[in-house]
C-alpha cells in the first residue's frame, strides 16, 4: 500500500484562537486530584483533539504553566480553556445547576458500559476522572448523576487516567 502522509498544514486544524471562537461542543472534563503532571498534558491534549469546551484542575491536580504539562500537552494548554478549583464534589454540583449532567468515569455497583452511553441532544455534559491510584473520590461519585465504566477484560482493573480519558472523550465527541 502506498499512501502518503498529510502534512501539517493539509489537515485544517484551528488555531487557539479560531478554538476558543467555535461553537461549544457542550462538553467539559473535571480532573479530581490527578497526580501526574504528565497525565494532565496528555488530557489536555486529548481535549483539544475533541475539542471540549473546559478542563477543571481540581484538589492536587497540578495546573500550567509546567515543563511537564507542556511535554504532553504541546500547547494545548493554551487552546483548551481550563481553571483551578479546590474541590471536585463542589464543582460537580455547581455545574449541574448550570444544567450539566456530571458523570463520574468509575467503576462502581450501577455504572454504565461506555458502549450504551448515548448522550442526548443538546445537553451538556462533564466527565470526571480521578486519581492514579485512588480514582474519583467516592464523595464526588455521589455528586455525580451517574457512573460511566469503560469495559476491560485483561487483568489489570483500570486504564492509566490519561488512556481513558482519551477513550471516553472519543465516544462522547461522536
Known amino acids: 500500500m502506498k499512501d502518503r502522509k498529510l502534512?501539517?498544514?493539509?489537515?485544517?486544524?484551528?488555531?487557539?484562537?479560531?478554538?476558543?471562537?467555535a461553537e461549544p461542543s457542550g462538553i467539559e472534563v473535571i480532573l479530581d486530584n490527578i497526580?501526574?503532571?504528565?497525565?494532565?498534558?496528555?488530557?489536555?491534549?486529548s481535549s483539544d483533539a475533541f475539542r471540549i469546551d473546559?478542563?477543571?484542575?481540581?484538589?492536587?491536580?497540578?495546573?500550567?504553566p509546567t515543563a511537564e504539562i507542556h511535554k504532553t500537552a504541546l500547547g494545548a494548554e493554551d487552546s483548551v480553556r481550563w481553571e483551578n478549583r479546590s474541590d471536585a464534589t463542589v464543582l460537580v454540583r455547581e455545574l449541574q445547576d448550570n444544567g450539566y449532567c456530571v458523570v463520574a468515569v468509575e467503576q462502581t455497583e450501577h455504572s454504565v458500559k461506555l458502549g450504551e452511553f448515548r448522550r442526548e441532544a443538546g445537553r451538556k455534559y462533564a466527565f470526571v476522572f480521578g486519581n492514579e491510584v485512588d480514582g474519583v473520590s467516592q464523595?464526588?461519585?455521589?455528586?455525580?448523576?451517574?457512573?460511566l465504566e469503560i469495559p476491560q477484560h485483561g487483568t489489570k482493573h483500570s486504564l492509566n487516567?490519561?488512556?481513558?480519558a482519551g477513550v471516553v472523550l472519543w465516544e462522547a465527541s461522536k
Open 7 to 21: 502534512l501539517n498544514s493539509e489537515l485544517g486544524r484551528l488555531n487557539a484562537q479560531q478554538y476558543r471562537e
Open 35 to 45: 497526580r501526574s503532571a504528565h497525565n494532565v498534558g496528555s488530557i489536555f491534549r
Open 54 to 64: 473546559r478542563v477543571w484542575l481540581c484538589g492536587i491536580t497540578p495546573v500550567p
Open 139 to 147: 464523595e464526588t461519585v455521589d455528586a455525580c448523576d451517574f457512573a
Open 161 to 164: 487516567v490519561s488512556v481513558c
